[in-house]
């Protein structure tokens, strides 16, 4: 921004702005102030008085209709949201999870609020590839055939409900990215096992 608010216009700078979730690092370009002392000493007295919330250590929201998936993949970056949280909202699992999960560079499960969120490991050159991931507002997240293809390299086995609801081009197109040859080899036979599937269900009509 061209200049820093006056004293009162801090809080209200926060509150005019598009964002839902705000990080030290957003709160310095938006106040100008490079200090990030003296903005979490701010920020924590809004939070005390109750005119922001404190989600999580360095993150604060204006209220609590915050977008969860930006919060999920604000915590750690670079991150995605991905696995069964995008499967399930897909048509390809039928079991509904509660947590969120992320592929992230890091194993871990943490509430927020009543939140439960789950960060699954994948290797640095996985994560930082775009390949399959849409843009959304304030967050990152798997299209269906990406989030598949993350769920089968972190897992041996895996019963997947509907392996016709995935566009199997772009699974084949998406694969490349991973460079591994249990996971090819393993893709091959759910694909087989779909195209199988397929022949059954067509003789019996």
Not at 63 to 91: C, H, K, M, N, W
Not at 111 to 123: D, P
Not at 176 to 186: A, T, V
Not at 194 to 203: G, I, L, S, T, Y
């Amino acid at each position: 921004m061209d200049k820093k608010p006056t004293k009162g216009e801090y809080l209200e700078t926060l509150l005019r702005s598009d964002k839902t979730i705000f990080s030290i690092q957003d709160v310095s370009l938006m106040w100008g102030e490079e200090n990030e002392s003296i903005i979490s000493i701010r920020l924590n007295k809004y939070a005390k008085a109750g005119k922001l919330i404190k989600v999580r250590r360095g993150l604060y929201v204006k209220d609590q209709s915050y977008d969860r998936f930006e919060l999920a993949t604000r915590i750690y970056t670079p991150s995605y949201v991905s696995f069964e949280t995008v499967l399930t909202r897909e048509g390809v699992n039928f079991q509904y999870y509660g947590n969120i999960f992320v592929a992230s560079y890091i194993n871990r499960e943490i509430n927020v609020g009543e939140q439960k969120i789950t960060f699954v490991r994948m290797k640095d050159y996985v994560l930082s590839n775009t390949v399959g991931i849409e843009h959304k507002d304030g967050y990152a997240i798997a299209i269906r055939e990406r989030a598949f293809l993350d769920r089968v390299y972190v897992s041996k086995d895996y019963h997947f409900d509907n392996l016709a609801n995935l566009n199997w081009d772009k699974v084949f197109e998406i694969l490349l990215i991973y460079h591994n040859k249990r996971l090819e080899k393993k893709i091959k036979e759910y694909f087989k096992s779909h195209q199988d599937n397929q022949v059954k269900n067509n003789n019996l009509k």
